[in-house]
């Protein structure tokens, strides 16, 4: 849910995800990786993540720990705060970008339904 990732607008992520930032100072409520997958934080099931924002300050530690754990990423960004830049994620197998507003419509569906 997103309210246990405190300050994030539109962000969607895997129940289970625990993610540590140095912004976060209160304890954290999000639930035991056991509960979305094995011991080990990896993922029994891999799910279709959408992340909007992937080229952000919070997606940059969100996105590796999504693909570590073996989902699927789909990030779309539109460069609009600062600028175009890359990240480490962006060759990996599972990654796929869309360059584009979150608030198209039509891109979204494009996303989600191909």
């Not at 996105?63 to 060759?91: A, C, M, T």
């Amino acid at each position: 849910s997103s309210d246990a990732l405190p300050g994030i607008g539109a962000f969607a992520c895997a129940k289970g995800l625990r993610i540590r930032s140095a912004m976060a100072s209160a304890p954290s409520r999000s639930r035991s990786p056991r509960r979305n997958g094995a011991a080990d934080g990896s993922a029994a099931r891999p799910k279709r993540i959408l992340v909007t924002g992937s080229h952000g300050f919070i997606s940059g530690y969100t996105i590796p720990v999504l693909l570590e754990q073996g989902h699927e990423v789909y990030g779309i960004d539109n460069f609009w705060k600062y600028g175009e830049i890359k990240r480490s994620f962006e060759n990996h197998p599972r990654f796929h970008f869309t360059r584009g507003d979150a608030k198209d419509v039509s891109v979204l569906r494009k996303i989600v339904f191909d």
